[in-house]
């Protein structure tokens, strides 16, 4: 169950055998959930932890004016709010972009495996220390960047993320989201969205068509992005 | 909900919306299509020109063009005196 979040620990830090059955015991359940369907609220109480095992999910909140703010996109293997456990509520709200696949894991188990497994308590507090860094490169992106090199910094990200976690084929992968998605994680409308696509698809660097990326030219792909991956701390190292 | 197309018609051609967007009515795609259009024209205005005689056609799920929303009706232009020398 835990295959893919063991992939993204692996990408930077040493787990054994021992250590991965620990955290394969961290799962007291699996459940589906539906697009669109909220998986946790803000505000609300909470006494599990989700770990994302298949789809695509977000973190987001509402604008009073109706618009909504995607601030980060997560991955399979993504212990997506590992942060509840230490903060138990969350301050925006965690919602499946497509049909999602996820572990639920009580806060207790975790509280048992930082008490007695103190390297894998490191290994979740870098998670959510990668979570962060993600952030702030959004913020790069969302504040500095034009709309053509927001694009391209999320196409490149997702590439290495989903690449991980052994979800992309070639330079292709799969991207079930629409432009008025990306429009919500990128501060742009779907309309510009279309637009600066047209203009990555025409220049032959990166399309995104019917739910895939596919990178034509990587290294102009990055160069638009001005892309450089320092921020997804892909050495692999004891933590 | 009906699915409404923006598509744009700029300088540099037609750039067809090929996913469409669900909305509850025309006036909903037109407030979509005003906010698409003021979206590209402030990044245009960080690179220092605009150029308002691009426009977004909105398309019914038959492909019929049921409004078109030119760029320069999508923002109120006041001063329009040339720029300083």
């Known amino acids: ?239 | 909900m009906p699915t409404f197309f923006l598509h744009i018609r700029n300088g540099l051609g037609f750039i067809e919306d090929e996913e469409g967007c669900e909305l509850p009515d025309p006036e909903a795609a037109r407030l979509q299509a005003v906010k698409g259009a003021r979206s590209i024209i402030s990044e245009e205005a960080l690179g220092g020109e605009i150029d308002l005689s691009g426009s977004i056609e909105v398309a019914d799920q038959a492909g019929r063009v049921v409004m078109t929303v030119s760029y320069a009706e999508a923002v109120r232009v006041r001063d329009a005196r040339p720029p300083p020398r």
Not at chain 1, 65 to 86: A, C, K, T, W, Y
Not at chain 1, 111 to 119: G, I, N
């Open chain 1, 1 to 239: 169950v835990i295959e893919k979040l063991l992939m993204k620990m692996r990408a930077r830090d040493e787990i054994d055998a021992a250590e991965a059955r620990v955290l394969a015991e961290l799962v007291l359940d699996t459940q589906e959930f539906a697009a669109d369907a909220n998986v946790v609220r803000a505000e609300v109480e909470l006494s599990t932890s989700n770990l994302l095992l298949e789809g695509m999910m977000c973190r987001y909140k509402d604008v009073a004016n109706g618009e909504r703010q995607i601030m980060e996109l997560h991955v399979p293997g993504d212990f997506v709010d590992l942060h509840s456990f230490i903060l138990k509520r969350l301050d925006h709200n965690v919602m499946a972009l497509v049909p999602s696949r996820i572990a639920f894991v009580p806060h207790e188990r975790l509280a048992d495996v930082t008490r007695a497994h103190p390297h894998l308590a490191r290994t979740l507090w870098f998670s959510t220390l990668l979570d962060a860094a993600i952030h702030r490169e959004s913020m790069v992106s969302l504040g500095r960047r034009t709309a053509l090199a927001r694009i391209a910094h999320l196409l490149c990200e997702l590439y290495v993320r989903l690449d991980i976690v052994g979800l992309t084929d070639g330079a292709s992968y799969k991207l079930p989201l629409t432009q008025g998605d990306l429009a919500e994680c990128l501060g742009l409308t779907s309309v510009h969205v279309n637009r600066t696509l047209k203009e990555l698809r025409e220049g032959g660097i990166a399309s995104f068509q019917g739910g895939t990326v596919t990178i034509d030219d990587r290294a102009a792909l990055e160069r638009v992005a001005e892309f450089n991956p320092s921020y997804l701390y892909l050495e692999r190292r004891r933590r």
